[in-house]
């Protein structure tokens, strides 16, 4: 029998890790299956992506080690786009740092930043991410519930001394997964000030920046006055830019902090293939017109849907950002009971909020992944599990 370090029994049951496996068994026995569980839309990626990819993959240099400088002109565009959208001007080579998509920044910088006896705070429902990363660092997770009794913000005064005392790490997620909230700068000021007053670094996870609607703008934490100090933010193209299978993101902070997640690092990866930080840099370089294209598709799935589960007897709150909707569920329907029938009966993908936390049950969690239609579809038939449970 083979034996697991303890940290494998620190780590919860990845809730996506089984879908894809269901989802197959299904398909196989002839049901017609609407995948709206991850946040992974249908749309192509840009075609300049495509094309600078294709000429870099010519390019034998390209097929060598990146390390972790990777790319220069990767780090020079990921900068530029900071500076143009939001206003943050940062060092691309000591203060910006390529990443093989967001979540494996996100779950290393736990590795440079907790240990044992630490605390990281990790706000729930929220990407497993956090939880997992802090494990695996063999340090403590505190949970702080996100409800709408704080529209889902993490209030830090409410966090007990003795936890902040040992805190050395703070999950942030806004435009939120999965509740879809969204922070106003004016939070941020507060975040970053509690952080610097106690010596916490913030990792603001911040893949969906850019899916925002009705003329909301998500800030980046690094806006605020000081954050540098204690913020390191983490950006995606998964989203975006519909790249999610590329595995493109870059993290960006204080240079001191930013090395301490490339040393760690250079025990892991070797870097992501040049060819795609190539594509990446084109694609931040054309980013504003390519994210206006996709947010006006995701506006318009988004207005088909929700009241299409209005119709359905689904109350749902009209998402300010995010490819989410987060769905209050009646009083008593389980939500992962809801989940396996909603896959069984009616052959729909969700997420159970019991998924992404205890405090996530009550909800579930759709992606606006797929055509309207199939969406409108999606939303009938998941109408008819609510009227049978
Ligand atoms: C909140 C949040 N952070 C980070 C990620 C990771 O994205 P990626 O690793 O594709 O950049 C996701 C993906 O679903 C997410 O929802």
Redesign the pocket.
């Known amino acids: 029998m083979a034996r697991f370090a303890r940290r494998l029994d620190a780590l919860p049951s990845y809730p996506m890790a089984e879908i894809p496996a269901l989802k197959r068994a299904l398909i196989a026995r002839g049901v017609d299956v609407i995948d709206l569980g991850a946040?992974d839309a249908d749309f192509a990626p840009p075609q300049i992506a495509v094309e600078t990819l294709a000429a870099a993959a010519r390019e034998p240099a390209m097929s060598r080690y990146g390390f972790q400088l990777g790319l220069p002109a990767y780090r020079e565009a990921a900068a530029r786009y900071l500076e143009r959208r939001f206003r943050v001007r940062v060092d691309p080579i000591k203060e910006l740092h390529p990443l093989l998509?967001?979540?494996?920044g996100?779950a290393h910088l736990a590795m440079a930043v907790v240990g044992t006896g630490d605390v990281a705070i990790v706000p729930e429902p929220g990407?497993p991410?956090y939880q997992g990363g802090t494990a695996l660092a063999d340090a403590e997770s505190y949970i702080y519930p996100l409800t709408p009794r704080t529209d889902f913000l993490v209030e830090l005064d409410e966090v007990p001394a003795d936890v902040i005392r040992r805190t050395r790490l703070l999950y942030l997620?806004y435009p939120n997964?999965p509740t879809t909230a969204v922070a106003e700068r004016s939070y941020l000021e507060r975040v970053v000030a509690f952080c610097r007053r106690h010596s916490i670094i913030v990792a603001y996870?911040n893949?969906?920046c850019e899916i925002t609607y009705d003329g909301f703008v998500a800030p980046s934490i690094l806006e605020v006055e000081g954050a540098r100090d204690v913020a390191v933010e983490?950006h995606?193209l998964?989203?975006s830019f519909c790249m999610?299978g590329w595995?493109l993101?870059f993290a960006v902070g204080k240079a001191e902090n930013i090395a301490a997640l490339g040393r760690v690092k250079n025990y892991v990866d070797t870097g992501s293939f040049l060819a795609v930080q190539a594509a990446g840099a084109a694609v931040l370089d054309q980013a504003e017109p390519l994210v206006a294209g996709y947010v006006k598709q995701f506006q318009a799935r988004r207005d088909a849907v929700v009241p299409a589960l209005a119709a359905q007897g689904f109350e749902t709150p009209t998402p300010r950002a995010t490819m989410y909707l987060w769905i209050p569920l009646p009083e008593g329907v389980s939500s992962g009971g809801f989940q396996r029938r909603a896959l069984e009966e009616a052959g729909v993908v969700t997420l159970a909020g019991s998924n992404f936390g205890a405090s996530g049950e009550g909800f579930f969690r759709i992606a606006l992944t797929v055509g309207t239609p199939r969406l409108v579809e999606a939303c009938d038939r998941l109408g008819r599990v609510l009227a049978a449970v």
């Open positions: 946040g998509g967001s979540k494996e996100i990407y991410v997620n997964n996870d893949p969906y983490f995606s998964s989203k999610t595995r993101g």
